[in-house]
C-alpha cells in the first residue's frame, strides 16, 4: 500500500486505490505518481534501513526495490505533478478563437506530457440535432434550444468527469461561449463536487476584421454551413453572434476576483491574469502569451546526409558528405526562390546543420537544444553493432521506442523536453527554417501535427526533404518538399518481433541499407 | 544578407537583437519596486543577459549626503523636484553608458516614475538612443503589506540611520503621500501603446500590454512567478559516494558508508527541522536518490539536476584527464564557465539547462534539493547573485548543508555541517594554488 501525504491527499476517497489499480498500467506510469518511503508501521516512524535501489531497464530511472521487484510507483519530474485535475473553461462570444486556443493548448499540454482532451459543446449539439438550420436556435427566447444547448453541455461535463475521474486524464478543455455567469457557475459546482481545479481562458476581440477572417477559415467549412453559400453563412453566423451578446457577462476583475483565469484581449495585445495558482495553470498562461495569429510559415529539415548516415551509424558529430553538400547548395537556392519574408534559420550545434546552413548565405542561430538524441554507449555504432552488443536494450526500443532511454544517453521522452523551448520560441516567431536531425524533426513534427507518442518514434523524417508548415483553420498544412539529392535512407521501422530473445535476423528485419 | 554570422543561443535573443532593452519601474515607495528590480537583475544575468540596475535613489543619496526629512519629497518643493530631476538625468546618463558603450543589453530603471511626464522623458530617452522600453509597475494597497515592505528595507535604509522605528515609520509614510496626488498609473487605454506590465496585490492579478519580444516574455513570466511569502530553500549534495571516494569525476555510483551515514544524519536534521510541508527535490543519478530515501519523504526525480557531463572525461581522475587530454585540462582552467568537455557539457550549458528548476523553485515555498556539486554552484550562484568567474570555485563540499532564506533584497545563508566525514572534491583555480604555494615557498625561504 501506498501512503500519499500533505497536497497529494486527495479529497476524494476514490483515488489511492485507483492509482494501485493504475500501477499496471504503463501509460499512466508516470504521469502521476509521488514516490514515498513511508514506513510501514503505525506511527509513521521512518524506516531503519533505506530501500535498495533498482535501475528500470527501459527508461533508466532509478527506484526502490524489494527481493529484486520495482516497488510500485516511480516519481519523475512531469509538469502538471499534482494529482487534482484541472479544467480549463473557454469563455467568449462566437468567432473569438476558444476552439482555435482549445485544441492548441490540447495539442501542446500533451505534447509536453500532460494528458488533455478537449470536449467542444458544439460538436454534442451538433450530434443530437443532426441538422442546423439557422440562428434562429441560438435566440435567447427560444425555449427549446437554450434546453437542448444545456442538456448538451452537462452531456459534455458528464464526459469531462469520466475522462478526468475514470480515465486518468490530467487536464480537460471545456470549449463552449461560456458567457454567462450562471452557466459559469453550473461549472464551478461541477469542479468542486469532482474535485477539480478550473481556470478560465476568455478571449475578448471587437475587431471586425479578425471576427471576419475567424468566420472564413473556420465557420464556412464548419458542418453546420455545409449548405450555404459564402453570403448566407456569413450573414446567417452574425445574426448567431448577437444572440450571445445581449447575455454577454465577461469575467470581471472585481466580481470575479476568487477565479483563476487570463483574459486574451484583441488576439494578444493585452492580457489579463488573476489568481495563477499552481505550475501547470503558469505554463498555460506563458504558452498563451507567446501564440500568435499572423500567418508564416516553418520549414523543418535534416543536415545533408552525413559520412555516418553513409556508414550506417548513428549519432556522431561528423561532417556532410559529397551528397550533402549538394542538398546544402540545393537548400540554398530553394531558399532564395521560395523568396520567403525575413527567414530566420536555426541549426543545432552539430556540424553537419551548422555546414548546411553556411551553404544559405543567410545569419543562423545555433541551438544546443536542436542537438541530435544522444546515443549513450550506442554513440557511432551501426545497428547491426548494437544488436551484437546490447541485444536485450535494442529489442527494449523497439518495445517502447519513445520512453526507451540509451544507457547514459537520452529518450525521445527527454528530447521533448529539451525541444520546448524551442517550440516556445517558434511559436513567438514567424518565418522560420530548422534544420536539425532525425529523432529532433521528429519531435517538432509531433508537435506541429499533433501525433502521440506512440506515433512520433517513427514519422517518417528522410534526408534531402523539406517539410513546409502552415498553419491553417485549427491545424497545420505540411508540404513535402524533395529537393531531389540522393541520400541513404536512416528509417528503421518497428520490426513484428520485440522480444529480448528475439534472433538477430528478426532484430535487424527492417534495417535500411548502407554502406 | 550576404556572408552568414552565427549566434549561440543561450536561451535568449542575444546577439541576434543589437537593441538594447530599457525596464522602467513604476510605482509609489514601499511597492516592491526596488526588490522587483534587483531579484530581476539578477535573473537576467544568471541566464546570460548582461544587466544592470540604477537605482535613482542612490543617486539622490549620494548627491544629497544627508536625508533630513520626507520634506525633501514634497510636490511644492522647488528645490528638491530640480534634485531629483537632475538625479533621474544623471542615472540614465549611466544607462546610456552602460547600454551604448559597455555592452549592456538590458538596464532596469529603479525610480517611483509615477507621473506620465516623468514617463516621457524616460521614452524620450529611450527613443534617442534606440532602446526598447519595457514599463514593470507595482499597484499595492494592502497596509500589511506595505508595513512589512518599510519594516524589511526602509527602516535599515541610510535615510533612517539615525531615527528610531516610529520616526522612520512616520516620516516615510508623510513621504508615500507625497506622492500619492500625483500618481498617474499606467492606464489600459492612455497607454495602450506601450509594453508594460501592471503588477497587482503582489503578484494576485497581472495587466500584461503589448509584450514584444522574447526577452519581455521572458521577464513577464518570470515575474508573475515569483512571490514574496516567507520560506527557505535547502541545498545540498547527494552523501558521499564510491566514485568520490576514489577521486573520480561523475558516474553514476552509489553511496560510500560515508555516504550512508549522511543520508540518515539528513533525514534526522529534517525531522528536527520540522519545516512545513517540505518538497524534496533530487536528480536522476543513484547517488542522489539514495540519498533521499533515507528521509522517508516523497520526492520528485528531475533529469535536469543530473550533474554535469563531462563527456569522454566521465567517471576519471583528474590526474588522469590531465594525462589523457592535458590541453582540454589547460582549456578549462582558462574559462571553467565556458569550457565544455568534449561530448559534454559547460557550466553555462548547465544553468540554461537548471532554469527550469530556478523558475520551479520560484513559485515553490519550502524545498530541498539534493543534486550535485556542479549543479549546486549553479543554483547557489543565482541565489546569491555570483558572477560567471566566480560560480564553477563556489565551495560545496559533501554533507554540509546550505539553508538560504530570503531577506530583504538578498538572501542569508546557513551553512549547516552535518559532522559525517567526507572526502573535499573542490579543486581551486590553479593560479591560487600556485599563489598559495608561493607564498608556502617564500615562507619557507
Redesign the interface.
Known amino acids: 500500500m501506498i501512503f500519499?501525504?500533505?497536497?497529494?491527499h486527495s479529497k476524494r476517497g476514490g483515488r489511492n486505490e485507483r492509482f494501485s489499480s493504475a500501477v499496471s498500467r504503463t501509460a499512466f506510469e508516470d504521469h502521476r505518481s509521488?514516490?514515498?518511503?513511508?514506513?510501514l508501521t503505525e506511527d509513521n516512524t521512518?524506516?531503519s534501513s533505506?530501500?535498495e535501489?533498482t535501475?528500470n531497464p527501459l527508461k533508466?530511472?532509478?527506484m526502490?526495490c524489494k527481493n529484486g521487484l520495482p516497488e510500485k510507483n516511480?516519481?519523475?519530474?512531469k509538469v502538471g505533478?499534482t494529482n487534482c485535475p484541472t479544467l480549463i473553461v473557454t469563455v467568449g462570444l462566437p468567432a473569438r478563437g476558444k476552439t482555435y486556443i482549445s485544441k492548441k493548448l490540447t495539442r501542446y499540454l500533451n505534447w509536453i506530457g500532460v494528458h488533455t482532451k478537449e470536449f467542444n459543446v458544439g460538436q454534442y449539439r451538433r450530434k443530437y440535432m443532426k441538422i442546423y438550420k439557422s440562428f434562429e436556435f441560438f435566440r435567447p427566447d427560444n425555449e427549446e434550444g437554450l434546453k437542448i444547448r444545456q442538456q448538451c453541455a452537462l452531456a459534455a461535463l458528464g464526459d469531462v468527469r469520466r475522462y478526468l475521474t475514470e480515465e486518468g486524464g490530467q487536464v480537460a478543455v471545456f470549449d463552449a461561449t461560456n458567457t454567462t455567469r450562471e452557466r459559469r457557475e453550473t461549472i464551478l459546482r461541477f469542479t468542486e463536487q469532482n474535485g477539480y481545479k478550473v481556470f478560465f481562458v476568455e478571449s475578448v476581440c471587437e475587431d471586425p476584421d479578425v471576427i471576419a477572417e475567424n468566420i472564413v477559415q473556420v465557420k464556412l467549412c464548419s458542418p453546420d454551413y455545409v449548405d450555404c453559400n459564402t453570403e448566407e453563412a456569413v450573414d446567417d453566423f452574425m445574426k448567431r453572434i448577437k444572440c450571445y451578446e445581449n447575455s454577454y457577462q465577461p469575467l470581471d476583475?472585481v466580481l470575479d476576483?476568487e477565479l483563476s483565469f487570463i483574459k486574451i484581449m484583441d488576439v494578444g495585445?493585452?492580457?489579463?491574469?488573476?489568481?495563477?495558482l499552481d505550475?501547470i495553470q503558469?505554463r498555460i498562461?506563458?504558452y498563451l502569451?507567446?501564440i500568435h495569429i499572423t500567418p508564416r510559415s516553418i520549414y523543418l529539415c535534416r543536415h545533408g546526409e552525413s559520412e555516418l548516415n553513409l556508414k550506417g551509424r548513428i549519432g556522431g558529430d561528423s561532417g556532410l558528405s559529397v551528397r550533402g553538400k549538394e542538398f546544402a547548395k540545393c537548400l540554398g537556392r530553394f531558399i532564395q526562390e521560395q523568396n520567403i519574408s525575413d527567414l530566420k534559420v536555426?541549426?543545432s550545434?552539430m556540424k553537419r546543420t551548422?555546414q548546411t546552413?553556411?551553404a544559405?548565405?543567410?545569419?543562423?542561430?545555433?541551438?544546443?537544444?536542436l542537438n541530435e538524441i544522444d546515443a549513450g554507449v550506442c554513440?557511432e555504432m551501426m545497428y547491426e553493432e548494437i544488436q551484437e552488443s546490447y541485444p536485450s536494450e535494442f529489442a527494449l526500443r523497439d518495445q517502447d521506442k519513445y520512453r526507451y532511454r540509451y544507457p547514459?544517453g537520452e529518450s525521445y521522452e527527454?528530447l521533448v523536453?529539451r525541444l520546448e523551448?524551442v517550440i516556445m520560441?517558434l511559436e513567438?516567431q514567424e518565418n522560420v527554417m530548422v534544420i536539425c536531425h532525425q529523432a529532433v524533426m521528429r519531435c517538432l513534427l509531433a508537435y506541429f501535427l499533433d501525433k502521440s507518442a506512440e506515433e512520433l518514434p517513427y514519422l517518417k523524417c528522410p534526408l534531402h526533404t523539406i517539410l513546409k508548415l502552415t498553419p491553417v483553420a485549427y491545424g497545420c498544412k505540411v508540404e513535402s518538399i524533395s529537393l531531389n539529392v540522393e541520400a541513404v535512407n536512416t528509417h528503421r521501422d518497428r520490426p513484428e518481433n520485440v522480444n529480448v530473445q528475439r534472433t538477430r535476423e528478426d532484430a535487424l528485419k527492417t534495417l535500411p541499407a548502407h554502406l
Open positions: 500519499m501525504r500533505g497536497d497529494i509521488w514516490f514515498t518511503n513511508m514506513s521512518m524506516a533505506p530501500r535501489l535501475q533508466k530511472i532509478w526502490p516511480i516519481c519523475q519530474r505533478m476583475e476576483r495585445r493585452r492580457y489579463l491574469v488573476n489568481r495563477v505550475h503558469s498562461v506563458y502569451m507567446n536555426w541549426t550545434q551548422i546552413a553556411e544559405l548565405g543567410l545569419p543562423y542561430e545555433q541551438w544546443k537544444a554513440e547514459k527527454d523536453q523551448p520560441e513567438r
